[in-house]
């Protein structure tokens, strides 16, 4: 069973608040934390610990982006 986390939680991960870096799309939460692009927990006019599933239609690339960060588990 995948680790489940509210909307809370999510927003905690925000590179803010706690050093974890955290979105989630489609209900799936990734660690960005390692990632360049959301230093501080902003990548471009996207904040982390938040939910970017409605936000990624704006983005000129696709959901594969995804594919090439860690799963930590999924929003309840």
């Keep these: 069973m995948p680790n489940l986390y509210t909307q809370q939680q999510l927003a905690l991960r925000n590179g803010q608040d706690r050093e974890e870096v955290w979105v989630a799309y489609e209900g799936v939460i990734y660690e ?45």
């Design 32 to 76: 960005v934390t390692d990632s360049r692009l959301w230093r501080d927990g902003k990548h471009y006019e996207h904040w982390a610990g938040q939910d970017l599933t409605a936000e990624l239609k704006d983005a000129p690339h696709t959901e594969t982006v995804f594919q090439k960060f860690e799963v930590v588990g999924r929003l309840v």
